[in-house]
């Protein structure tokens, strides 16, 4: 079955630097675009950034130049580099794919900016 199994979350301070990472099996990840979404308290989930089987990728105004989402078709893993965090980036991070006529989900993992 589809797994997306997330890590790489924790606590950092402003203006620091974190990697997540999805590990994704039970479908040809390579075949298959991929994003980061994220969920702040009280908030609605939202989109952080997406990359196609291609390569292509798109992300929030909010995290543009900050964040980058890439991929690695050998090892079936997507990654969120992120920059200069702030704050407001603090929430919980989920990977997802679209696949036929289902959303996949992560169970998410916690990222905290704060000093």
């Known amino acids: 079955q589809v797994q997306l199994v997330e890590s790489g979350g924790g606590l950092v301070q402003p203006g620091g630097s974190l990697r997540l990472s999805c590990a994704a099996s039970?479908?040809?990840?390579?075949?298959?675009?991929m994003g980061w979404y994220r969920q702040a308290p009280g908030k609605e989930r939202e989109l952080v950034a997406t990359i196609s089987s291609a390569g292509g990728t798109n992300s929030a105004d909010s995290v543009k130049g900050r964040f980058t989402i890439s991929r690695d078709n050998a090892k079936n893993t997507v990654y969120l580099q992120m920059h200069s965090l702030k704050p407001e980036d603090t929430a919980v991070y989920y990977c997802h794919t679209f696949l036929g006529l289902f959303h996949y989900w992560g169970q998410g993992t916690q990222v905290t900016v704060s000093s």
């Open positions: 039970g479908f040809t990840f390579s075949s298959y675009a």
